[in-house]
């Protein structure tokens, strides 16, 4: 098993650009972050919606994922404005794969390209620096945007979870993707 605590403070710059990923500590969680988790529209995909979080939730989460030997917990940042997050984790050592989710909190960050740029580079963090051999990834089925996004990131579908959520009172289906190290 690797020890991930390294990758705990370091601030990672892709390509070169104004975005940037570092691991999230209990002082970077905010009233902005607290609104988007508020705001049905950022999580109406994912299962935060089901609950009105709380200053406490969020601080709680972001210092239980910086204390986690299986999970790394980056904030997104266009310079040093935090605008989303992206969670690889959990991380399974034995079989060398891990999850990945994530979202855009600040909406003029949407549509930019900056997911598509993020998700290429942890991808390619996992394969290279925890030598990790395949990243997974779900999302519910009517989520366009998250299911092109991990498309143009190169992953493949594998599965189909049939009408295994409920959206808006109705049943629907999740899709399951995956990534292999070529
Ligand atoms: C969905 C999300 C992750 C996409 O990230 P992003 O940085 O906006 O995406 P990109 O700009 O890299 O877009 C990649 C492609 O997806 C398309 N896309 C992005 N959001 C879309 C949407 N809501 N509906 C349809 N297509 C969408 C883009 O147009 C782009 O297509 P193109 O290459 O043909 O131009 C982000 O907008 C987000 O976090 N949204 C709210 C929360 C959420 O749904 N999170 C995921 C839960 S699993």
Redesign the pocket.
């Known amino acids: 098993m690797k020890n991930i605590n390294r990758y705990k403070n370091i601030s990672y710059k892709i390509n070169h650009s104004e975005l940037s990923l570092r691991s999230l500590k209990v002082e970077d969680t905010s009233e902005k972050y607290l609104g988007w988790m508020n705001d049905i ?6 299962e935060q919606k089901n609950k009105k979080h709380n200053f406490q939730d969020i601080k709680n989460y972001v210092d239980e994922k910086q204390s986690s030997k299986f999970d790394l917990l980056f904030g997104i940042f266009h310079n040093s404005d935090h605008i ?1 997050n992206i969670k690889l984790g959990p991380i399974n050592f034995n079989h060398k794969i891990s999850e990945i ?5 600040e909406k003029k ?10 998700i290429k580079y942890l991808i390619n963090f996992s394969f290279k620096k925890l030598s990790l051999e395949k990243i997974t ?4 089925s009517n ?4 299911k ?2 991990l498309l ?1 990131c190169g992953f493949t579908i594998e599965g189909k979870r049939r009408r295994h959520v409920i959206y808006e009172k109705k049943r629907i289906d999740t899709l399951i993707f995956g990534i292999l190290k070529k």
């Open positions: 529209e950022i999580v109406k995909f994912t989303g989710s994530f979202f855009i909190g960050y949407m549509n930019k390209g900056i997911m598509t740029k993020v990834a779900g999302c519910y989520n366009l945007g998250s092109k996004v143009k």
